[in-house]
């Protein structure tokens, strides 16, 4: 056995976790670079597909593993002529200032540089803001944030 005198002591304090911002930022961080591959299979014409393995129970009763597939939706829309830009915290668009919420461009190609600022000002903490903004009606109405597990 080894002494202790044979490795180097520090002393050390672990830091606390992330904050619930730092929390909810990482989160819209994740799915904006999710968007860009969104983005990278719009270009070529397909979907993007998500794929989950999930718990079921097959034709005999028994609990089997299986894979599920689904479309990754896009928060990039064509219409008027151009492009529309969102930024999405769950199933709400974000505020991006008092004019509106979303961001306007006239090609496909430029779509890239409007989530290239998105994700900017996420990382910034411009956006810190309008998620707390999103998630305050959702609080408000008594809606929890997961559903309870039973």
């Known amino acids: 056995m080894q002494k202790l005198t044979d490795f180097t002591i520090k002393s050390f304090e672990r830091t606390a976790h992330k904050g619930a911002t730092q929390k909810r930022r990482a989160n819209l961080l994740a799915k904006l670079t999710e968007q860009f591959d969104v983005l990278a299979a719009a270009k070529r014409g397909e979907k993007l597909l998500k794929t989950k393995t999930v718990w079921t129970t097959n034709s005999d009763g028994e609990r089997v593993q299986t894979q599920r597939s689904r ?75 997961k559903p309870a597990k039973t």
């Open 71 to 145: 479309a990754v939706r896009a928060w990039f829309f064509e219409q008027d002529g151009g492009w529309y830009v969102q930024c999405r915290y769950g199933a709400k668009a974000l505020r991006l200032n008092d004019k509106g919420n979303a961001l306007f461009v006239t090609k496909l190609e430029n779509v890239e540089q409007a989530l290239a600022a998105l994700r900017s000002a996420v990382s910034n903490g411009e956006m810190d803001d309008a998620i707390a903004e999103a998630l305050k009606g959702r609080v408000s109405a008594g809606i929890p944030r």
